[in-house]
């Protein structure tokens, strides 16, 4: 992976307290940070600067950050790191759904900021190399061969209980919405009751995490989804 020092940034942020934050903050670790003030601003500084990062907050003064969020996946694959009202989980969703690849609720952290940002860059790295074998803190998935173990001792699981872990493993790292899950499990979201991915989600546990009410590898964003952790 890059180190900080040569991973490029582009922060689109309107507000000048959370902008100087975030400059100072990602300086200190050494990011290359270039800043945006608009969405229009921050689309013209993604096509020409290629940055491997987007921190995006969703209120502009120009234009909706979901609209940012469709124009830029029209451009590139870049990981987008949206900052988030920590009571909208709506639009949470939606950002998600448009192709972000996680969120930082405000107000948030250092150490938050900075964990999401590396789970964003690995999750870039993995997809690029599509490895066939996935393992990270005692959890290894096959893809090929569709073999699932933990701490190297073999785990049984029903079709739809992988498809989901398969999709969770694919991104590892990225929150993937109930709508997303339940498309890929169901083939729709629509008339399936989301409760029923819950008791998947559920069984998976119990299969995989030592203790399934304390999870280590599959956890739960409150009213959003799921993420497959990524052990550093």
Not at 32 to 41: C, H, L, N
Not at 90 to 106: H, I, N, P
Not at 136 to 154: C, I, N, Q, W
Not at 222 to 230: C, E, I, K, N, S
Request: glycine share 8%.
């Amino acid at each position: 992976m890059s180190t900080a020092g040569n991973v490029r940034v582009l922060i689109i942020e309107d507000d000048p307290a959370i902008q100087r934050f975030l400059r100072n903050t990602l300086r200190v670790q050494q990011y290359d940070v270039r800043e945006a003030e608009t969405g229009a601003e921050g689309l013209s500084l993604l096509r020409q600067t290629n940055p491997e990062l987007v921190i995006l907050d969703l209120g502009l003064p120009d234009m909706d950050g979901m609209e940012v969020i469709r124009r830029v996946r029209g451009l590139s694959a870049v990981p987008i790191l949206v900052l988030s009202s920590r009571s909208d989980e709506a639009g949470k969703v939606t950002a998600l759904d448009l192709g972000a690849d996680d969120y930082v609720s405000k107000p948030f952290g250092v150490e938050e900021l900075m964990a999401r940002m590396r789970t964003a860059l690995r999750h870039r790295l993995a997809t690029e190399g599509s490895p066939p074998v996935f393992s990270s803190g005692g959890l290894t998935v096959d893809l090929t061969r569709r073999l699932v173990s933990v701490d190297g001792a073999e785990v049984k699981l029903s079709r739809k209980e992988y498809d989901i872990l398969r999709e969770l493993v694919v991104h590892a790292g990225k929150v993937l919405t109930h709508r997303h899950l339940l498309r890929v499990a169901w083939g729709s979201e629509t008339g399936i009751d989301v409760q029923y991915l819950r008791v998947y989600i559920r069984q998976i546990r119990q299969k995989l995490e030592p203790s399934p009410e304390q999870p280590r590898f599959v956890l739960t964003e409150p009213g959003v989804g799921y993420r497959l952790h990524v052990a550093d």
